[in-house]
């Protein structure tokens, strides 16, 4: 705990926003699919339901992404 770097800084910073990020997708995935089983035929309401699964999952996997770049940037600069 005392011999902190700007790397090591900046990856604590960096995966606690991925985490952040990663809760928020997850919110944003159980609502998208709440709003689409409970539609009730509502085709309005099945396609905003439809939609946000969709960009859930877009952004799910962009923090995956994010947080694999995150590591090989971060390797390569302790190296």
């Known amino acids: 705990s005392g011999n902190w770097n700007v790397q090591d800084i900046a990856k ?3 995966n606690w926003a991925l985490y952040i990020a990663t809760i928020a997708a997850v919110i944003m995935i159980i609502v998208g699919g709440y709003n689409y089983i409970f539609s009730n035929g509502n085709e309005s309401t099945a396609g ?3 939609q946000t699964l969709i960009n859930a999952l877009i952004g799910l996997a ?7 770049i995150v590591q090989i ?6 190296a």
């Open 73 to 78: 940037v971060y390797n390569f600069l302790k």
């Open 12 to 14: 604590l910073v960096i």
């Open 48 to 50: 905003k339901g439809r």
């Open 62 to 68: 962009i923090i995956i992404l994010s947080y694999v």
